[in-house]
């Protein structure tokens, strides 16, 4: 500081007594002091930059005085330096002409007196010295010019810096704003779900409730999907929020890709069966057992689009989805870096009211709605296109939708997703023996062919036929011709003959055939009918590698009389899961009597809802009021007491992830084995993030859905 002080009042008092008062001069200083102080002044430049990298407590600020100085005294002592050396080169030219001359006249004869000599000398200073004159004011006009364009230069860089700075406090302002919209949505997602769960609760466990009159049940259910569908609103609205933010992030994890599209088509047949809808769904070519990607989110895709399908389609109509999986060539905009990933293609149609194409670039604006008639009848939040149409675009992928008034729509979304190197078949799964005739029949010919493709993928080579009465003709010939075919697998519905119609048929003559329908209705509608007519087994559409092998192995083993059809090193291990009739998502699927759970819960409402929940199935709950409590009855039982401890998440006194970090922490056998279980209104990813982190197993989120609590107490319990 003392430094810099020293200096600038060097350089002013230089100003004041050298330059300003001499600034008209030729003789004020030598002309190399004048390059020395332009030097001097680009050395003070270098010094000032230097200075200014290094000042981190921003002592200098956003200041120009100090270059722009710098700048002045170097432009200043540069112009007086080239007039300075104008001059002196000027001064040493005249001496040299005036010799010149002299000599030239005196050979002419012609003699000039000192006097003379003297006259031209200064005539020709007289000359020199107006154009010295009209040399500097060139320079000063030209200062002038430059001077008014580095003021103009300024002006614009200092309404830039405004602007920066400007940006810099909006841009505050919008996070500061974004973090408090998402803080309020948060905190009040949360007051909303906590007496959402007690509604929802205790709807559920009215409904449990063996002796309800008709018209009490059916108020209980209207309760239930009102509050379902407010839930849902809520769900919508937070993830909007969390879209405009930027917060939300897709999860890149390995998914099950048969388990993926069996809860779509569980959720979506569901739905078309309760308002008379056709729904199918194929799968075109061949697809993996396991892709990489966000499953959550690309399953919210669908069932957006597919719950918009079945909402605006009246019976009788029909929704169908088609899967395909096509090369990383086809990912949007991947530009040949589709390495490790690949495109996955979902096209859903339906025959419902259609769109004006004028309406379709609107159809993904939040809140948009073609009719505001239709929201009334629909019901809708106008916010599940928007944020489908976000997830697409997060996912690398597009969408192209297509519809016709009066004609019904169809989507077609393309995502990226992960190639996944893990096989199913690497984990267990055996070619079946090549010796079984096999037989498809399915009136689509997208289905069927894709049941082929399906059993090459187990070892199995099979015949196809799109007609019952055609498949009947060619199974009776094959029986007269003494090579039956070992298995059938048919379709439930087809035009000409049903699959159960046709199994009655067959058994007529063939009572040691294997056959299994193909269905994408639900199990429960034909089971006892089908079972009498002589089916087998019955197994979901579309078909997997896996489900149908195992399918085909348990229908095989039943019927085999010891030399079987199925290879010896399958015959003990091979079981039926998730396929067959009974794999249904019942309550007898949950064996939880007999547990005891410790339930942390600081709302009392919640907790008696929750003990009953338990009760239901005959597990016993100790309550405690917070995270403390929690720990401390942990800390006092006998290890093994608790079979599962189930903990919300705020509580006074201590959270529930402060109450978990301390269990884990604890000196005992069971503090790092035992189940702790979230249950809480917050709902965000993050927040599933933050609950795994802290040691917790699983995360429910309120309301709590007892089927997912029952399902993660059997599974977490085992």
Partial sequence: MITGIAGLVIAIGFILYFLIPNIMSFSTLATESYLILAVWCVL????????????????????????????????????VWVRQAARNATSNTIEPIGKFYSGLMSEKGVTMTPDDSQNAVSAMDVIFEKLSYNITLTLVIQTLFIALALLILFNIYKMLMKRERQAVAEKTLAEESSRAK????SNMSHEIRTPMNAIIGLDNIALKEPDLPPKTRDQLEKIGASANHLLGLINDILDMSRIESGRMVLKDEEFLFKDFLNQVNVIING??????????????????????????????????????????????GMVTLQVEQLGPEAIPGADGQGAGRCAMRFVMKDTGIGMDKEFIPQLFEAFSQEDATTTNRYGGSGLGMA???????????????????????????????????????????????????????????????????????????????????????????????????????TDYRMPDMDGITLAEEIRRFDTKVAIIIMTGYDFDEMEDSARREGVNG???????????????????RELSDGSGFVKDSD????????????????????????LHVLMAEDIEMNAEILEDLLDMEDVTAEHAENGQLAVDMFTASEPGHFDAILMDIRMPVMDGLTATEIIRGLDRPDAGTIP???????????????????????????????????????????
């Fill in 44 to 79: 003070g430049f270098v010094q000032f930059r230097i200075a200014f990298k290094h000042d981190k407590q921003r002592r200098f600020g956003q200041s120009t005085i100090s270059w722009i100085v710098l700048l002045g005294m170097i432009y200043f002592t540069s112009t």
């Fill in 182 to 185: 998402t803080s309020f949505l």
């Fill in 271 to 316: 739905q078309c069966q309760d308002k008379g809808l056709e729904y199918n769904c194929d799968i075109i070519g061949h697809v993996s057992d396991y892709y990489v990607g966000d499953d959550m989110k690309l399953k919210q895709i669908l069932i957006n689009i597919l719950g918009n399908s079945v909402k605006f389609t009246n019976a009788p």
């Fill in 387 to 489: 944020i489908t149409k976000s997830f697409i675009d997060m996912m690398d992928g597009n969408v192209v939708v297509e519809s016709e008034k009066g004609v019904g729509s169809t989507f077609t979304v393309t995502v990226a997703l992960g190639v996944s190197g893990r096989s199913l078949q690497q984990e267990g799964l055996h070619d079946l023996s090549e010796e079984l005739n096999v037989i498809v029949v399915d009136d689509d010919v997208v289905a069927c062919e894709h049941a082929r493709l399906v059993l090459e993928n187990v070892g199995i080579k099979s015949d196809i036929c799109q007609s019952s009465t055609e498949a009947y003709d060619r199974i009776r010939q094959k029986w007269d011709e003494g090579e039956p075919y070992n298995l059938i697998l």
């Fill in 538 to 556: 019955m197994v979901s559409k579309p078909l997997f590698a896996d489900s149908l092998a195992r399918e085909i192995q348990t229908v095989l």
């Fill in 571 to 594: 015959a003990g291990s091979v079981v039926s899961v998730g396929v067959g009739p009974d794999s249904g998502n019942d309550d007898d699927e949950f064996d939880l009597s007999g």
């Fill in 676 to 718: 702790i279980i979230a249950m809480t209104a917050n709902a965000f990813d993050e927040d599933v993030e933050t609950s795994l982190a802290a040691g917790m197993n699983e995360h429910l989120s309120k309301p709590i859905d007892p089927d997912k609590l029952y399902e993660a107490l059997s599974r977490l319990t085992k």
